[in-house]
């Protein structure tokens, strides 16, 4: 069965770095695309990176220059490397999968399966 398990959140200073993962399992990369979102309290969950089957990639506004999506398909492993992080970056982070081999969508209705999530704190 598909599974999707975040880790790599904490909380940094403003300006910082943080690298956090996606070990997936259950299906095959080459057949979904895979993203990461993000959801404040009392907010909806707003798109961060996607990448999908054939390796396209999309950003949302706000990170674009500043977070990278990767993918490491021998260890089913999805990636998010964020750098100079802002307050308004705190949030939990989400993965999620979807089965397509093209498309870039940004919204969650597009994906099926979903990890827990892991929270990204950053402050003074």
């Known amino acids: 069965r598909v599974q999707l398990v975040e880790s790599g959140g904490d909380s940094v200073e403003v300006g910082g770095s943080l690298r956090l993962s996606c070990v997936a399992s259950?299906?095959?990369?080459?057949?979904?695309?895979m993203a990461w979102f993000r959801q404040f309290p009392e907010k909806e969950r707003e798109g961060v990176a996607v990448?999908?089957?054939?390796?396209?990639?999309e950003y949302a506004k706000a990170v674009v220059g500043r977070f990278t999506i990767s993918k490491d398909n021998a260890k089913n492993t999805l990636y998010l490397q964020m750098i100079s992080l802002k307050p308004e970056d705190t949030a939990m982070y989400y993965c999620?999968?979807?089965?397509?081999?093209?498309?870039?969508?940004?919204?969650?209705?597009?994906?099926?399966?979903w990890g827990q999530g892991t929270p990204v704190t950053v402050s003074s």
């Open positions: 259950g299906f095959a990369h080459n057949e979904y695309r």
């Open positions: 990448v999908d089957s054939v390796g396209k990639i």
């Open positions: 999620a999968a979807d089965y397509g081999a093209l498309g870039t969508p940004l919204i969650p209705i597009a994906y099926e399966y």
